[in-house]
């Protein structure tokens, strides 16, 4: 079993930044991908970003250019640097991890990131 946590949520101003990071513990050995999700009230759960092990990276249309997925693989831990936020990134954020056959099998309890107009 692997757990997944999060942390670095809040509120900011719309054009600012936040930093989530995701720490991994358990059976980590099994993880490739890792990945951020996001869910706003009343909308279906999105991929936001996602990374493997080697660095390879995707990215949601709505966050290229503003978000950037990193890992530290020593640490097992995996971050979102999230700049020039606006009101429509407010949404609970969830850390996911897994294989390169299911990505997201493992998953963290979330953190709200809410930005005010």
């Known amino acids: 079993q692997v757990q997944l946590v999060e942390s670095g949520g809040g509120l900011v101003q719309a054009g600012g930044s936040l930093r989530l990071s995701c720490a991994a513990s358990?059976?980590?050995?099994?993880?490739?991908?890792m990945g951020w999700y996001r869910q706003a009230p009343g909308k279906q759960r999105e991929l936001v970003a996602r990374i493997s092990a080697n660095g390879r990276t995707i990215y949601a249309d709505s966050v290229k250019g503003r978000f950037t997925i990193s890992r530290d693989n020593a640490m097992n831990t995996a971050y979102l640097q999230m700049n020039s936020l606006n009101p429509a990134d407010t949404a609970v954020y969830y850390c996911?991890?897994?294989?390169?056959?299911?990505?997201?099998?493992?998953w963290g309890s979330g953190t709200q990131v809410t930005v005010s107009s």
């Open positions: 358990g059976s980590t050995a099994s993880i490739t991908i």
């Open positions: 996911s991890a897994g294989s390169l056959v299911v990505p997201d099998v493992y």
